[in-house]
């Protein structure tokens, strides 16, 4: 379950215990900074203190332009406090271009940047203490911790040729977004190569995309207002194929993403919905059967 319009205050905690309280996998939390969300770390953070058994991922959050060593220290605490709960996927670049100054990397190097910095948030989550010189970012005898009990998997985002590639040489899975399932079953093949070439394999259950619904009570003008979203996204693709109309829609979607390979679906309402209770009774009903 990923909440896009996660605003701080009762309505966020009553969405972290009705989502505990189901039983549903996991949430997952954007990284939008001009917005009214909760930061995607803060939120985990507090939602690990109200959960035992509901998985936290970041869904996803931009690499370049941060710390790699404080989001490590930042994965490790939350490691902690949550023990094999903690879900991170990471992305090059923020969704729209007003979110990207936020961001700053020199210009033409933030795959560059987003590569070694994920390799510097690796070794940081798995060895006691790194020394790392690259081209970016210089690191004498660095730790943090306590270093999480089994290593984290790394997930990325993205579906440009050069960003699959990357998954297969560095990642553990794949979170996929505002893609078709002829596109993301292309996007699995492609990451597969990608990791065969580098001697590498991704477990065949860590390839995942998130699906984008809108429910039935939304409106004719919260609608028309998501297919322009996704529109603006995609402009290349028809809006009315990367978000479904309804839960049998949603369904139908999710059934030909499983029969291209993925397994993970991170599945949220395309519009602000009025209750989340009202939507997760639809949810758990009509989807979580579908879970893998």
Request: proline share 8%; with cysteine; hydrophobic share 45%.
């Amino acid at each position: 379950m990923s909440r896009s319009d996660n605003g701080a205050g009762p309505g966020f905690a009553e969405l972290i215990d009705e989502l505990e309280e189901r039983g549903v996998d996991s949430v997952w939390l954007p990284d939008i900074v001009s917005s009214d969300n909760v930061d995607a770390v803060v939120g985990l953070a507090y939602a690990a203190g109200r959960t035992t058994s509901l998985k936290l991922g970041t869904g996803v959050l931009v690499l370049p332009g941060r710390n790699p060593a404080l989001v490590a220290a930042q994965l490790a605490s939350l490691a902690a406090l949550a023990p094999k709960r903690i879900l991170p996927a990471f992305g090059v670049r923020p969704a729209t271009a007003r979110e990207r100054q936020l961001y700053p990397v020199p210009d033409g190097q933030r795959a560059a940047i987003f590569d070694e910095a994920l390799t510097v948030v690796r070794r940081l989550l798995t060895e006691p203490r790194v020394t790392h010189h690259g081209h970016f970012f210089h690191l004498d005898d660095a730790s943090v911790g306590p270093l999480p009990s089994r290593p984290l998997d790394l997930w990325l985002g993205g579906r440009a040729p050069v960003g699959l590639r990357r998954i297969g040489r560095l990642a553990d899975g794949w979170l996929g977004s505002f893609v078709t399932p002829d596109e993301a079953g292309d996007c699995r093949a492609q990451i597969e190569r990608a990791a065969a070439e580098a001697g590498r394999e991704i477990e065949a259950d860590h390839y995942g995309t998130n699906v984008s619904v809108l429910p039935p009570e939304a409106s004719a003008a919260q609608a028309d207002a998501a297919l322009a979203r996704a529109r603006e996204r995609r402009p290349d693709v028809d809006p009315e194929l990367l978000v479904p109309r309804g839960w049998a829609a949603a369904r139908d979607q999710i059934n030909r993403f499983v029969d291209v390979g993925l397994s993970k679906f991170v599945v949220r309402p395309a519009v602000p919905v009025p209750s989340w209770r009202g939507f997760l009774d639809h949810f758990t009903a009509e989807l979580k059967g579908l879970e893998n």
